[in-house]
């Protein structure tokens, strides 16, 4: 199956700071990718669709400002963190779709804000 | 809108015995509908997709759903437990647009005893 690589998978950063994690498609190009947030032992949230080359749309309650996604090729989204407090710590996965096909997930970026 | 509720947010089995992880979707048109696995501090595998083909779908490690338009539901099964088989389990619905944007259920933690 296609490829999804997300990194860092793991990030600790200290408050105030800003943190950036990649998602790549490595076999295939992706017009669309998705960011979701996962707090412990609680399902995953869609945060923003991502879609090449336009800006991200935000789901309700998301601060576009705090979470800033940039989607600048077929294979590469990142998202930065802004101004990291504890609260923002939680586990978020990206994935990416193939038009007409399956979503394919990465394996998540553990970020832990101190 | 389209939504997706699962049952049980635990569910505790022997191994050996089989397994039932239950999932019912709300939807105004005919859903794709998905299981994914999730094992602890790792990303999404995908289990089984139903796509409007075969109501009994068959996915990997010999797990397997069947779509029920009748009851609105996509409940999964297996024969036989697995100790590798303890996870989180996630039932999503796709919203039926361009976007291809997933609804995650709140997800089953399968427990299985030895």
């Known amino acids: 199956g296609a490829v999804v690589s997300q990194h860092p998978s793991w990030v600790i950063c200290k408050s105030g700071t800003s943190v950036k994690i990649e998602c790549r498609s490595l076999?295939?190009?992706?017009?669309?990718m998705f960011w979701y947030r996962q707090f412990p032992k609680q399902s995953l949230m869609l945060m923003a669709t991502s879609n090449e080359g336009s800006k991200a749309t935000y789901e309700q309650g998301v601060e576009k400002d705090k979470f800033l996604i940039n989607h600048a090729s077929l294979t590469l989204s990142t998202l930065t963190v802004t101004s990291a407090h504890p609260e923002d710590s939680s586990f978020y996965i990206c994935s990416a779709v193939i038009q007409g096909a399956e979503a394919f997930f990465g394996q998540g970026t553990r970020l832990t804000v101190v | 809108a389209q939504s997706v509720t699962q049952l049980d947010s635990h569910v505790s089995v022997s191994e050996g015995t089989p397994v039932l992880l239950r999932c019912n979707y709300s939807?105004?048109?005919?859903?794709?509908l998905f299981w994914y696995v999730q094992h602890p501090n790792k990303g999404l595998q995908l289990l089984l997709k139903?796509?409007?083909?075969?109501?009994l779908v068959k996915g990997i490690n010999g797990f397997e759903a069947e779509f029920k338009k009748s009851e609105t539901s996509f409940h999964l099964t297996k024969p036989s437990a697995h100790m590798s088989d303890a996870a989180e389990y996630f039932c999503?619905?796709?919203?039926?647009?361009?976007?291809?944007?997933?609804?995650f259920g709140s997800g089953t933690r399968l427990l299985v005893r030895p």
């Open positions: 999503v619905v796709s919203e039926m647009d361009s976007s291809y944007k997933l609804i």
């Open positions: 076999d295939f190009q992706a017009t669309t």
């Open positions: 939807s105004s048109y005919s859903p794709s």
């Open positions: 139903y796509t409007s083909a075969a109501t």
